[in-house]
């Protein structure tokens, strides 16, 4: 996904490759300073005493070639000693040109080329960090949308409100840290310490080999930790998802916990969970130290072998150490204290890596959360996904031997068998938990079922593309649904095209204009609030269902959708969806009596059967369950 902002990564990645090239060129100075000025000399006499030296060993080349004329190694070292002193005294001619004649102007000058370079180095970081920021922000925000996105497909879910916030908060975020990391300090500390490998190699090659034994043992380690950084952060963000979910609990079921005085138990419950997430971030914060602490004992490690095997040759002018050739020509100082300079700047980035690696780990751990979630997003093709299209379900719906279980073994219906006329107004009764919401959902298709078909006329529904379907539906539940916007917006909600007029005609029919204009402070444009919080549970349900009256659905679904309306307004509604539901299929989940006078016919259910399905006097005259069903409200209202 952070692929899409290629320019500006390629753009990171330069940037990054020229503060390595300056962080090494920035440690070449040692050399002269030590080379040169420490000694109280010009560029012009050390170019000169190079190309004397490099004359002196010719010398001694070639009387050893006269003598070893078949030797080959002593051929190879001559010819390469004649190419430094052409390739020296080429270089000699742009010295004597441009170089300072002083000591001090030459000081001058390896001040002024580190000062610049330093300046240079600072400005590429900046701009590598600026764009680095902007691709994984970029991206961060892109997952935040596709992961929303799949949370809000028909692809069966098992994340709760408190898990999704969690991933889409913490594990998102964490993919972006890492991301920040990955294209950051992950492409320019390893650069640097490349370069300054590179120079130590131009120096000596055999003896930066031979300092580098140590590296298979910490990278061997460095595997073992990755393993245990990506578990703890696997249990870290899951404990984190259930103290946000335990959180957003408390806080909507707030009234219920003050009611009963369990403040101090919610407290309780937050801080063991809490404690939870501390811990799992302790054992990260202790292999991230593990971490930091094993790339400090690498660059230690390298750093002591090259000392002692370096400190020797220099010491003894030898170019063996053990039997082992670790030089072609003994080493001077300068040579030596340049190439401990390069294997110390190697440190540096070595140590910030260790964080880059835990972070990396981290983000590793949280993409693996995050990913499967995003697959239908990202490879539709993997699901089968309904494409027929509709522009009517104006037709008879069948129910064929329909089963659906939430737990294995445990049916919620069992053998569904039922034909719905198109046109007709079907109220569905029965105790709780006998299956009637289960019923609705598989008509919405919320939930599949487990065997049988629902169809449409002689298609089913699970062919037909979701969108197409449910645009043909209203629904309208027993807890009404309302968004923190305007009541214009939130009756307008599935229906965004619609006008002004037509929002407030539908209201009308929902008995719900009256309170708007009269109650209401901006009548219209009145903010609802958070969940419909600034209106009492009747007019929200009103608001509700003048959305789905607005909607002109093929087919209208009511789940208790009179349950919070006063007796007074009840009368009205009854008589507006008397008149709303002639020509379309009408659904109605209820116990009042007074609702069931709408339907044309009656569906009996318990235990997830059907019990029994006819007309009013059908079931009065038939059905003894039916009977005491409809004396139990009016029992009760007496």
């Not at 990391?181 to 370069?195: D, M, T």
Request: aromatic letters at 8%.
């Amino acid at each position: 996904m952070a692929l899409r902002y290629k320019y500006s990564l390629i753009a990171s990645i330069v940037c990054s490759t020229m503060v390595a090239l300056f962080w090494g060129a920035n440690i070449t100075a040692v050399y002269p300073f030590i080379e040169v000025v420490f000694q109280e000399k010009t560029l012009h006499d050390w170019a000169s005493d190079q190309i004397d030296d490099l004359k002196e060993q010719k010398i001694e080349l070639t009387k050893e070639v006269a003598k070893h004329p078949d030797d080959p190694r002593l051929v190879k070292r001559l010819e390469t000693t004649e190419g430094r002193i052409q390739r020296r005294t080429e270089a000699q001619r742009y010295i004597q040109t441009y170089a300072p004649n002083t000591p001090f102007a030459t000081l001058v000058y390896i001040l002024g080329f580190l000062a610049i370079g330093t300046f240079l180095k600072c400005l590429f970081r900046i701009t590598s960090t600026v764009l680095v920021s902007h691709v994984s922000q970029r991206t961060v925000a892109d997952l935040r949308k596709d992961f929303f996105r799949a949370l809000l497909t028909d692809r069966p879910q098992k994340t709760g409100i408190g898990d999704a916030a969690g991933r889409i908060g913490g594990d998102v975020g964490a993919i972006g840290g890492a991301l920040q990391v990955l294209f950051g300090r992950s492409i320019q500390e390893p650069l640097k310490v490349f370069a300054c490998l590179i120079g130590a190699a131009c120096i000596n090659w055999r003896l930066l080999l031979f300092s580098i034994l140590a590296s298979p043992l910490a990278a061997l380690l460095l595997m073992g930790l990755a393993k245990s950084i990506r578990r703890a952060s696997h249990r870290s963000f899951a404990q984190t998802c259930q103290l946000i979910s335990r959180m957003l609990q408390a806080f909507q079921g707030i009234q219920v916990v003050k009611a009963y005085n369990m403040e101090s138990h919610e407290r309780r419950r937050f801080w063991v969970h809490s404690l939870r997430v501390y811990r799992e971030q302790l054992k990260i914060a202790w292999y991230g130290a593990l971490v930091r602490a094993n790339n400090e004992l690498l660059g230690v490690g390298i750093m002591c072998l090259s000392v002692l095997a370096g400190g020797y040759l220099v010491l003894n002018q030898q170019t063996h150490l053990l039997g082992i050739p670790l030089a072609e020509n003994p080493m001077n100082i300068g040579q030596i204290m340049t190439f401990f300079a390069f294997l110390v700047g190697c440190t540096d980035p070595l140590r910030k890596m260790g964080d880059v690696y835990g972070t990396i780990q981290g983000g590793v751990a949280a993409a693996d959360r995050i990913m499967p979630m995003l697959e239908i997003v990202h490879y539709p093709q993997r699901f089968d996904r309904p494409k027929l299209r509709i522009t009517s379900a104006k037709e008879d719906l069948f129910f064929e031997n329909v089963w659906f279980h939430y737990v294995p073994n445990q049916p919620v219906l069992r053998g569904i068998n039922l034909h719905i006329r198109f046109g007709e107004t079907i109220a569905i009764i029965g105790p709780n938990g006998c299956g009637k919401s289960t019923l609705i959902n598989l008509i919405l298709r919320f939930l599949r079922p487990d065997k049988g078909e629902i169809r449409l006329g002689d298609t089913d529904i699970a062919k037909i593309r979701h969108k197409d379907w449910r645009r043909r539906i209203s629904l309208v539940t027993q807890k009404p649904v309302l968004f923190d916007d305007t009541v214009t917006n939130n009756i307008r909600y599935g229906s965004r095209g619609a006008s002004q007029p037509q929002v407030m005609d539908a209201a009308r029919k929902a008995h719900a204009h009256d309170f708007i204009v009269d109650q209401l402070a901006q009548s219209y444009e009145t903010q609802c609030g958070e969940y419909g919080g600034r209106l009492s549970g009747g007019q929200q349900q009103r608001l509700s269902l003048a959305r789905a009256i607005l909607r002109n659905p093929d087919l209208l679904i009511l789940d208790e959708a009179a349950s919070q309306i006063d007796p007074k307004s009840e009368e009205l509604i009854r008589q507006s969806l008397r008149e709303f539901t002639r020509g379309r299929t009408t659904i109605m989940v209820t116990h009042r009596m007074s609702t069931l006078e709408l339907a044309d016919r009656i569906l009996v259910m318990e235990a997830g059967q059907i019990l029994d399905f006819g007309t009013h006097e059908e079931l009065l005259a038939r059905c003894p369950y039916y009977r005491r069903l409809r004396e139990i409200p009016l029992q009760k209202s007496a």
